[in-house]
């Protein structure tokens, strides 16, 4: 059984939360909330809410034990960009993108063994 969360269109760019995503992949759900409660990025913040999520999910709709919980799969892929310009010199504009992302926290139980 696996419990899963998705947020979708996250204002932070897809490099910044995969780096977040990365480090907990593999560890045990109460170890990701910890090692995300610290970490000095704001990308952290965001995907330490979707853990959160996906552990509710798991407790709440699959009556599953948080504490043998395990961080699956975790991914992020790249959501719709807002195009926005900025005024150059000489009457010119560049192009900004602001990213947007998509990020999935699939939780599933420990195997015993």
């Given at each position: 059984m696996e419990a899963?969360?998705?947020a979708r269109y996250v204002r932070v760019t897809p490099r910044k939360a995969r780096q977040m995503v990365d480090v907990i992949?593999?560890?045990?759900y109460r170890e990701a909330l910890q090692l995300l409660q610290f970490m000095p990025k704001?990308?952290?913040?965001?995907?330490a809410k979707?853990?959160?999520?996906?552990?509710?999910?798991a407790e709440n709709n699959l009556e599953l034990d948080p504490d043998n919980l395990v961080v699956a799969a975790a991914f992020v892929n790249q959501g719709p960009s807002l195009k926005r310009f900025m005024p150059k010199a000489r009457g010119r504009a560049d192009?900004?993108?602001?990213?947007?992302?998509?990020?999935t926290i699939i939780l599933k139980e420990k195997k015993e063994g």
């Open positions: 899963k969360a998705v992949r593999g560890r045990s704001d990308a952290a913040g965001i995907v979707v853990v959160r999520s996906a552990g509710a999910n192009r900004i993108r602001k990213r947007t992302s998509h990020i």
